[in-house]
């Protein structure tokens, strides 16, 4: 026994997700609060479960109704959803509530719900003109992309992106965030609280973007003169 946390990852897309995470742990060494035990995905030809079978991780292929017979057979700890499309049963929220995360490629409650998934989500983003958007990783609840924030991070939408010049853009940073956000979870350090909110959390983020709202305001005055300067 390690004291580990055991994660299942559900992804029935590239995968690329679940690759940044079997790195960032591989990285992290002996010194990794979690292991990933198990891939779902939806589909068997996705490139999720060829990176899994690549890292040589036990994978299974199931629909929504047979995730909580292969989470309790596999002793699952925790849940990440990282590009699983179909909608996950009260079942499964119920029993691994804060326990189950999700990774959204918007800054969440905005441009996301149902049927808003990959590019679809940066189209939205373009279409209303925002100029920023980000990655948000939250917990998951029974309502589709509205359970409580862990962590998000912006990203600026620019003038000329294309939805998939944005979706590459965002994407790098759901490959730091999630990570980090699956080992802060299995610390401890993230909590879901009886009253629904999050203890801990942003501040495992709370980098360099942030600082800039601590700072003076003639600093940031001048970082904010530079979104303007032509
Ligand atoms: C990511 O953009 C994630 O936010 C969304 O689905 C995409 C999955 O990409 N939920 P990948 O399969 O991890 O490459």
Known sequence: MTGRKRVAVL??????????????????GDDR??????????????GAIARATRAALPVAVSAPDGLAGLFVGHAIDIVVL??????????VTRKWAGRIINVHPALLPSFGGHGLYGLRVHRAVLAAGA?????????VDAEYDRGPIIA?????????????????????????LLPRAVE???????????DGRVRGGQSIEAG?????LTTDDATLGTAIDALFAR
């Open 152 to 176: 998000q991070w912006p990203v600026p939408v620019g003038a000329d992106d294309s939805a998939e010049s944005l979706a590459a853009r965002v994407l790098r940073v759901e490959h730091l």
């Open 82 to 91: 990282a590009g699983y499309l179909a909608f996950v049963p009260d079942e």
């Open 208 to 212: 360099e973007a942030f600082s800039i």
């Open 131 to 139: 100029r920023v958007s980000g990655a948000t990783v939250h917990f």
């Open 184 to 194: 802060a979870l299995a610390r401890g350090d993230v909590v879901l609280g009886a």
């Open 11 to 28: 992804a029935s897309g590239g995968g690329s997700n679940l690759q940044a995470l079997i790195d960032h742990l591989a990285a992290r």
């Open 33 to 46: 609060m979690s292991d990933v035990v198990l891939v779902v995905s939806g589909r068997e030809d996705t």
